[in-house]
């Protein structure tokens, strides 16, 4: 399967959920996590508050979305230094980090 596409998405709930918090969190992902070689499609966003059916999760205040051309590119952003730059300066504020990839 390393040759079909990977969807990166990474949920963050934070600790401190401010807006002042929410909107460094996306400037960093911006600073840190585009342009990597490989990404098919980047975006990073808030939770839309107004879904909240009951199968919505309401937990997390940021959301970010990475397509990969494969699992080879991946890889290769998640030992990348400007990845785990990003990681070292804003894990301090992270309450958890949900993360799912998968084969698309």
Do not use: P
């Amino acid at each position: 399967m390393s040759d079909k596409q990977v969807a990166h998405m990474v949920f963050f709930t934070l600790d401190d959920g401010s807006q002042e918090a929410v909107d460094n969190l996306i400037d960093a992902c911006n600073n840190y996590l585009t342009g990597h070689d490989g990404t098919v499609y980047y975006s990073v966003g808030v939770r839309g508050s107004e879904f909240s059916r009951e199968v919505n999760n309401q937990t997390y205040h940021v959301g970010l979305h990475v397509v990969f051309e494969n699992k080879a590119a991946h890889d290769q952003y998640q030992s990348h230094e400007r990845h785990l730059t990003f990681i070292a300066e804003n894990k301090g504020n992270w309450a958890s980090v949900d993360i799912f990839d998968t084969y698309v």
